[in-house]
């Protein structure tokens, strides 16, 4: 089922374009990747499709709650609180999940929510199919690397069980091993069945995503050959 739909999708402000003429489809299960150039809208379209930014053009339809992973400016740990405290803060608004949304939340992230008290971050963590994840629970959010930022992001993005995770520029800051880790542990959420659109400069090769690249420059039209001058001015005739 499809979770997401975009048909000509636009953002333009006074200052021109900042996405544009988008078709994009993310379904359960799938990964989607946005690439592009700096400046290409990457992030902007993100926020756009899960419900967190306006647009001003085409079409968007979204089935289902949509959650936000690492947004750099927009949605980041708080610097002050552990890597547990982050998890148990958001189980503890979360609550309950509601009898009428069970069958529409995956169980991993029930579960979750049912056995924060006895402990909350090996229940998340579990939930989100990220038991290898490179996480400290006990450091704090000042101090995380951009990779542990990413999959806290992604751990709390889960607990709520929603339809669609976003995550912006997923292999900012990465090596190679980061990279590959963090595009395989993007395909395991997708594989619980959430529609998963994450952001990067470029996918690490064999990864089982859907790649949407927006924002290239259009290719100039080649110039016109110029005529030929004469070589010297035309005689005329006494």
Do not use: C
């Not at 993310?26 to 989607?32: D, K």
């Amino acid at each position: 089922m499809n979770i997401v739909e975009t048909r000509g999708l636009g953002l333009r402000t006074r200052r021109g374009w900042v996405y544009r003429d988008v078709d994009l489809t993310a379904a359960s299960g799938e990964l989607v990747a946005v690439t592009g150039p700096p400046g290409s809208g990457r992030t902007s379209l993100l926020l756009t499709l899960a419900g967190r930014f306006p647009h001003s053009h085409g079409e968007l339809r979204r089935r289902g709650p949509a959650a936000l992973g690492q947004v750099a400016g927009v949605h980041e740990p708080d610097p002050t609180l552990t890597v547990a405290e982050h998890i148990t803060e958001r189980l503890l608004l979360l609550g309950p999940v509601p009898r009428r949304r069970r069958r529409l939340v995956p169980v991993a992230a029930v579960r979750a929510r049912r056995v924060y008290r006895r402990d909350a971050y090996a229940a998340a963590v579990a939930g989100a199919g990220l038991t290898d994840a490179p996480l400290d629970p006990d450091r704090y959010g000042r101090d995380l690397t951009p990779v542990e930022r990413q999959v806290l992001g992604l751990v709390l993005a889960s607990l709520g069980g929603p339809s669609l995770i976003v995550a912006d520029d997923v292999d900012a800051g990465a090596d190679r091993p980061e990279r590959e880790w963090m595009w395989g542990a993007l395909e395991r959420l997708a594989d619980q069945g959430y529609a998963v659109v994450a952001s990067a400069r470029a996918v690490e090769p064999g990864v089982a995503a859907t790649v949407h690249r927006i924002g290239d420059p259009a290719v100039p039209a080649p110039a016109l050959p110029a005529e030929p001058a004469p070589d010297r001015p035309a005689e005329v005739p006494a």
